[in-house]
């Protein structure tokens, strides 16, 4: 049997282990490697922007940040893993406004971004811009317009799946203005955009990050962008809008994590994206490729998912009938 002043020993020990400063300390947050998941391939535009941003988070964080692409099915399956994975701030999501048309428009999909994700903070808001080879005959959205009316269903672009965003894009532009294009579907986005340089397709609507490299070496052009006004990384784009009155398409990309994620990690992490955002040379190389680094508290963030939401929901009819 043990003594008094032994069980009173053990007692004062069994207080300090189960005090609040102890279980803070045995609890603290990171403790071990963070995984960060996208829905894309190497080189896409969330697999550059999160290998960008990763060194950051590993020096605020004091923990390694791994990306993991998870490429397939327009970022269903990684938005249906991430549904799978605990709310422990280990396994990020990297998101993009994608997963929340997805989510939006395709009644078959069986995660919702409303209701199995907690929101971390942005990272950049980027638009789009129509992409043409460089030996394209097209070299405006009105030359665009006019070939397609010219020869109806004839022209084609490429896109990365069927609901996205890049999809949903055009078929917007086409409603707004009557053409008739044909969508072709692409698995490998590097194969979309060779035929683009290639002129096996006829056009695409993607980020300036994907064809960046096709930009700088001349392989490709872009005729006009899909916010407003001109995007201050790429002003000599025309906005569509200029010859489609009000047409934008104006997407972001930020860190999530599965629902029930604590407020307290949520803020954390939300400090970090905030703090890598704001490094100069951070800045820099995400607004090289067309992107504008914005960071935002969790409410912030959800705000602006449930408003695009909003937003592409009636347009489910569109690609959904």
């Known amino acids: 049997m043990l003594s008094l002043r032994r069980r009173g020993f053990l007692g004062s020990l069994a207080m300090v282990a189960g005090s609040p400063a102890t279980l803070q300390a045995q609890s603290a947050y990171p403790s071990r490697p963070i995984r960060i998941v996208h829905g894309y391939g190497p080189g ?7 290998r960008v941003v990763a060194p950051s988070l590993m020096n605020t964080l004091g923990q390694s940040v791994i990306v993991e692409p998870k490429p397939g099915a327009g970022e269903r399956i990684a938005a249906q893993y991430m549904t799978t994975q605990p709310a422990d701030g280990y396994t990020l999501y990297l998101i993009t406004g994608g997963a929340n048309v997805i989510s939006a428009t395709d009644p078959q999909v069986t995660f919702s971004t409303l209701r199995d994700f907690s929101y971390i903070s942005t990272i950049t808001l980027f638009p789009f811009a129509l992409f043409v080879g460089e030996k394209s005959p097209i070299r405006t959205l009105k030359d665009l317009m006019a070939a397609a009316r010219e020869r109806p269903g004839k022209l084609n672009y490429g896109h990365a799946g069927t609901g996205n965003t890049l999809h949903l894009a055009v078929e917007l532009l086409k ?18 955009i060779s035929d683009v340089m290639n002129g096996r397709l006829d056009m695409s609507v993607s980020t300036f990050t994907n064809f960046h490299s096709a930009l700088v070496n001349g392989q490709a052009r872009a005729i006009a962008v899909t916010s ?6 790429n002003p000599d784009v025309p906005p569509a809008a200029d010859d489609v009155p009000n047409y934008e398409v104006v997407s972001w990309l930020g860190l999530a994590a599965p629902a029930g994620l604590a407020p307290d990690i949520a803020r954390r992490l939300a400090e970090a994206v905030k703090v890598a955002v704001a490094v100069p040379d951070i800045q820099t190389r995400l607004r090289d490729m067309g992107n504008d680094a914005r960071a935002s508290t969790p409410d912030e963030f959800r705000t602006r998912v ?10 489910s009819k569109i690609v959904y009938p």
């Open 44 to 50: 896409s535009n969330p697999d550059v922007i999160a």
């Open 175 to 192: 409603s707004r203005t009557g053409i008739e294009i044909e969508p072709v579907a692409y698995k490998d986005q590097a194969q979309l």
């Open 228 to 233: 407003l006004e001109r995007w201050p990384p």
């Open 306 to 315: 449930v408003a695009d939401y909003d937003k592409w929901k009636p347009l």
